[in-house]
């Protein structure tokens, strides 16, 4: 994912996708809140404030070490995997520093607004970014 982080929230027998969708839009809100405080101590310092774009999806994925045996890492990959970038890659085209799609925004209705749909790249429907309402 280059400069990016995959975080993974499981959803199962013991977390309903409903609390696994909220547990990863607060990780979102603590997320900007700490990009705050280090806008605010860049600023302070006369050095470049940084920014992020957090993209959100919910869906099936497959885990596991992939790799060769020089460099293997613990990943997940899947379409589930591929919208949640892809949606990420519209924060900044849309200026919002974090958009969910439907199947995320639908746990917690009330904390998103739509932005419309989006065609992205590798899939053959548009896709609708809902952002984080702050």
Not at 88 to 104: F, H, N, R, S
Request: aromatic letters at 4%; one cysteine or more; proline letters at 4%.
């Amino acid at each position: 994912m280059g400069d990016g982080v995959l975080s993974i929230f499981p959803m199962g027998d013991d977390v309903s996708p409903e609390e696994g969708c909220r547990h990863a839009i607060n990780a979102a809100r603590s997320a900007l809140a700490a990009m705050g405080d280090l806008k605010a101590e860049r600023t302070s310092k006369g050095e470049e404030a940084l920014a992020i774009g957090i993209g959100i999806n919910r869906g099936v994925v497959t885990y596991g070490n992939i790799g060769s045996p020089g460099r293997l890492d613990f990943t997940v990959v899947g379409p589930a995997v591929n919208v949640a970038s892809r949606i990420q890659d519209l924060c900044k085209v849309l200026g919002e520093p974090v958009l969910a799609t439907t199947a995320v925004a639908s746990s917690w209705p009330n904390k998103f607004t739509s932005c419309g749909s989006h065609a992205v790249h590798g899939f053959a429907n548009s896709v609708e970014a809902h952002g984080l309402k702050a």
